[in-house]
Each structure stands twice: as C-alpha cells, then as structure tokens.
C-alpha cells in the first residue's frame, strides 16, 4: 500500500486519508473502512505528539466501529506510538417537520 496525503489536515484527531472518507466531508465512508480492517490495511497518519513536540507519523490501523448516542464512531491504533482516538462516523438523518 503506498502513503496517501491526507484529506483535510486537523490539529485535533487524526489524519484519515481521503480514500475513507465521504465526498466532501470529514466524516468516515463505512465501506472502504470495514474493507480495510478485513484485509489489516492502514487508514490513516498519526498526530499524537512526541517528547520533540513533533507529530508521531506512524501509521494508523482500523479498528471495529461502535454507536455512542447516535453516533458511529472508528477507533483507530497507531502502529508507532500506540496511541488510540476515533473518527466520526455520517451525522444520522435529520427528521423532516411535516
């Protein structure tokens, strides 16, 4: 697998590549995700900072999403550093006043 950029640079959670998000959004597109975690791909790059201050770098590994309130959410575990954080998943419809 080659490194890919990622979509839209955060200083807070991290850098999931564009392959697994939605079109025009930041949110995860369940369907590559969950084929990444089947075959153990990477995801994403970690930005946990170092003791230099600097960004980790490594690699992230997908984990299995789970549902907080009504919200899915994609854990992820980077291969370096160890640290754990999560994505968020598409926002739930919204209901339509009729």
């Given at each position: 697998?080659?490194?890919?950029?990622p979509?839209?640079p955060?200083?807070?959670g991290?850098?999931?590549?564009r392959?697994?998000?939605?079109?025009?959004?930041r949110?995860i597109n369940?369907?590559?995700?969950?084929?990444?975690?089947?075959?153990?791909e990477?995801?994403?790059?970690?930005?946990?900072?170092?003791?230099t201050?600097k960004a980790c770098?490594g690699?992230?590994?997908?984990?299995?999403?789970?549902r907080?309130?009504?919200?899915?959410?994609?854990?992820?575990?980077?291969?370096?550093?160890?640290?754990?954080?999560?994505?968020?998943?598409?926002?739930?419809?919204?209901?339509?006043?009729?």
């Open positions: 697998m080659t490194h890919q950029a979509l839209i955060t200083h807070h991290p850098d999931i590549w392959r697994f998000r939605l079109t025009g959004s949110r369940a369907a590559p995700w969950m084929d990444a975690l089947s075959r153990g990477h995801v994403g790059t970690c930005r946990t900072p170092t003791a201050g770098g690699n992230l590994k997908p984990g299995k999403p789970y907080a309130g009504p919200i899915d959410w994609y854990p992820t575990v980077c291969d370096a550093c160890g640290s754990e954080t999560a994505a968020r998943g598409p926002a739930p419809a919204r209901r339509r006043r009729r």
